[in-house]
């Protein structure tokens, strides 16, 4: 495997289930994030992780919840969603440059094509 | 709130023509930016990246940045029927290590 890997890469679930999106990345980077992808709108950051912690929150509904039990896993807890959660959500990794404004960009992941019914 | 703008198109662009894509960005501080391709259905791809004033060139592509200005395009030369996708653009604000901030994107068209 390389780079970063999603799955599953679709997922119907209902506004009561509970179900977890999962990320592995094999590039060796040390920051992972979740996006969300809706319909004409840009990506919108949800979570940010830095060397297995979570450095940021974008303000995101606690029935998203997140899980870096290292740097190379990333999940997203999903429970009680509803219908307006439907999106693609993507996972990205890179490699931290901090301090050096250095020209590193993100790897995506495949994505999951979510929606909630 | 630091916004990306992009013209969400659709631009259309005859094969072999020069496709230009244009974004501006509203936080000043911002070094960092990078263009990414995203096909139907598929996962944004990182095409170009810049961080100084001027042009940037690989292959059909230049990158080009304009700080004063607040702007950052992308021209695509010898246009191919396969570089029909959406175009998202991203700058990383001051102060964010990480965090890269995305435009909604413009959808290119390349007629055979």
């Known amino acids: 495997e390389t780079g970063v890997t999603q799955t599953p890469r679709h997922l119907v679930m209902g506004m009561t289930n509970k179900k977890s999106l999962k990320c592995e990345q094999h590039?060796?980077?040390?920051?992972m994030y979740w996006y969300k992808q809706s319909a004409k709108k840009p990506l919108e950051l949800m979570f940010v992780?830095?060397?297995?912690?979570?450095?940021e929150n974008n303000s995101v509904p606690s029935r998203f919840s997140p899980e870096c039990p290292n740097s190379s896993h990333l999940f997203l807890h999903l429970h009680t969603l509803q219908p307006e959660d439907s999106a693609l959500y993507l996972c990205?990794?890179?490699?931290?440059?901090?301090?050096?404004?250095?020209?590193?960009?993100?790897?995506f992941g495949s994505g999951t094509r979510l929606t909630v019914v | 709130q630091k916004e990306v703008e992009q013209n969400s198109g659709p631009l259309s662009v005859p094969e072999g023509a020069i496709a230009s894509l244009n974004c501006t960005y509203s936080?000043?501080?911002?070094?960092?930016f990078f263009w990414y391709r995203q096909y139907s259905g598929k996962s944004p791809e990182l095409i170009m990246s810049?961080?100084?004033?001027g042009d940037k060139e690989d292959g059909r592509f230049t990158a080009q940045l304009n700080k004063a200005s607040q702007y950052v395009s992308l021209l695509i030369r010898d246009s191919q029927p396969s570089d029909s996708a959406t175009y998202l653009c991203?700058?990383?604000?001051?102060?964010?290590?990480?965090?890269?901030?995305f435009g909604s994107g413009t959808q290119l068209t390349v007629l055979p």
């Open positions: 936080d000043r501080g911002s070094q960092s």
């Open positions: 810049i961080y100084s004033n």
């Open positions: 991203a700058g990383r604000p001051e102060g964010s290590a990480r965090q890269l901030t």
């Open positions: 590039l060796g980077h040390n920051a």
């Open positions: 990205a990794s890179s490699q931290d440059l901090a301090g050096t404004g250095g020209l590193d960009g993100y790897t």
């Open positions: 992780y830095n060397f297995k912690e979570q450095t």
